[in-house]
């Protein structure tokens, strides 16, 4: 019931923590303050932020900017009053733009762009997780407790998987699950159920 950007305010970094996170985490304040406790982070920059570019380094290829940046705006100056570095990148594939915002000044540009990159495999990765595994809600909230029901979720989805191709009869991953769940109670030879011989091995 508590929006993220909230509760990601109340969880506590070390130094040297790195933090890859989108849009709707841009907090100056918040970032101000993972500065000051020598925490590391990379985000997008909004598109309406108003900045004054300090310092620009060589950029090519995909890297169309590597800036060093100030925050320009009243407001923005009293949240965050240290530099910050801006890489805009243009993707070779897609070719979408991205415009990034971090506080480490130590990588190269194709560097942080490969961390935020990085970071969207782990949202494909959850996106996954919640279409396949149909994991709604986590019944507990300690990290134990969550890795214990998004393990027996795989195990119980690559299971599904494992019939579905020893019995290769055309049974969709979606027919076994509910066949799984109808009878989960119940004591019965699941190669007899599904009308097959069991397999060699």
């Known amino acids: ?94 070719g979408k733009e991205y415009v990034f915002l971090t506080n480490r000044q130590d990588l190269s540009a194709l560097e942080v762009t490969e961390l935020y990159r990085r970071r969207w495999q782990i949202e494909l990765f959850f996106k996954w997780l919640k279409q396949n595994l149909k994991i709604k809600a986590f019944y507990g909230t300690s990290k134990n407790a969550v890795l214990i029901q998004i393990w027996t979720a795989l195990i119980a989805y690559l299971l599904l998987v494992w019939v579905k191709f020893k019995t290769k009869a055309g049974w969709g991953l979606l027919e076994l699950t509910r066949l799984a769940q109808t009878m989960l109670l119940e004591c019965m030879d699941l190669w007899a159920l599904l009308g097959l011989r069991p397999p060699d091995n």
């Open 1 to 94: 019931k508590t929006h993220d950007r909230r509760a990601i305010q109340d969880l506590h970094f070390k130094p040297d923590d790195l933090l890859i996170f989108d849009r709707a985490y841009l907090d100056y304040i918040w970032l101000y303050q993972l500065h000051q406790d020598r925490v590391w982070f990379v985000t997008r920059l909004k598109s309406n932020s108003c900045y004054e570019v300090v310092q620009e380094a060589w950029s090519g290829g995909p890297v169309l900017a590597d800036q060093v940046i100030r925050l320009s705006s009243p407001q923005g100056r009293a949240c965050y009053s240290e530099l910050l570095r801006r890489v805009h990148y243009r993707d070779p594939e897609t």
